[in-house]
T-cell receptor, first 115, second 111 residues
């Protein structure tokens, strides 16, 4: 089984709809991240969480919210989806307590299309 | 100045040749440096990490770090068609333990 899973893997929705993307991990890592990737713009950080009670905005948090339901689960919500939120979304995890410092491991991604 | 820059355009190399990728960064206090490989439509996959000046080798991959000049490079020896992908350089940001990513360099290995 994959260490970091994301659901759904693909989603097509309409402008104005509320969407939730979910991320789960079995790596036991304490830190989790949400990124979006657009052609030519690279990976941009939306939100990150260093533990269940710690949530931080990234570079492009407007229009997004997150919830860290447990150490292993981190959800990203689009309250009212708009077409320019069409992108590939990745969840990532890292471990502050051991292993190579700062190393992030990515989930398989969610391709979101907003019509 | 961008935090992490990868300025080279797509790189085409013949099979068996060496592919060389470069990355510069702006934060002189950065401490951790990574190369990720990303196939089209797939997630980034960590291939190398480096923390100290000098070279680090792992199989056909060598990462080189020069903190004084603020660059990190990746060499791919004996390039194979399966190496055709986009390579992302990532650098930690001092003080908040987040990674800054470059936009990536596409490598095409020609059989």
């Amino acid at each position: 089984d994959a260490d970091v899973t994301q659901t759904p893997r693909n989603r097509i929705t309409k402008t104005g709809k509320r969407i939730m993307l979910e991320c789960s991990q079995t790596k036991g890592h304490d830190r989790m991240y949400w990124y979006r990737q657009d052609p030519g713009l690279g990976l941009r950080l939306i939100y990150y969480s260093f533990d269940v009670k710690d949530i931080n905005k990234g570079e492009i948090s407007d229009g997004y919210s997150v919830s860290r339901q447990a150490q292993a689960k981190f959800s990203l919500s689009l309250e009212s989806a708009i077409p320019n939120q069409t992108a590939l979304y990745f969840c990532a995890t890292s471990d502050s307590q051991g292993g190579p410092p700062d190393t992030q491991y990515f989930g398989p991604g969610t391709r979101l299309t907003v019509l | 100045q961008k935090e992490v820059e990868q300025n080279s355009g797509p790189l085409s190399v013949p099979e068996g040749a060496i592919a060389s990728l470069n990355c510069t960064y702006s934060d002189r206090g950065s401490q951790s440096f990574f190369w990720y490989r990303q196939y089209s439509g797939k997630s980034p996959e960590l291939i190398m990490s480096i923390y100290s000046n000098g070279d680090k080798e792992d199989g056909r991959f060598t990462a080189q770090l020069n903190k004084a000049s603020q660059y990190v490079s990746l060499l791919i020896r004996d390039s194979q068609p399966s190496d055709s992908a986009t390579y992302l350089c990532a650098v930690n940001k001092r003080g908040n333990n987040r990674l800054a990513f470059g936009k990536g360099n596409q490598v095409v290995v020609i059989p």
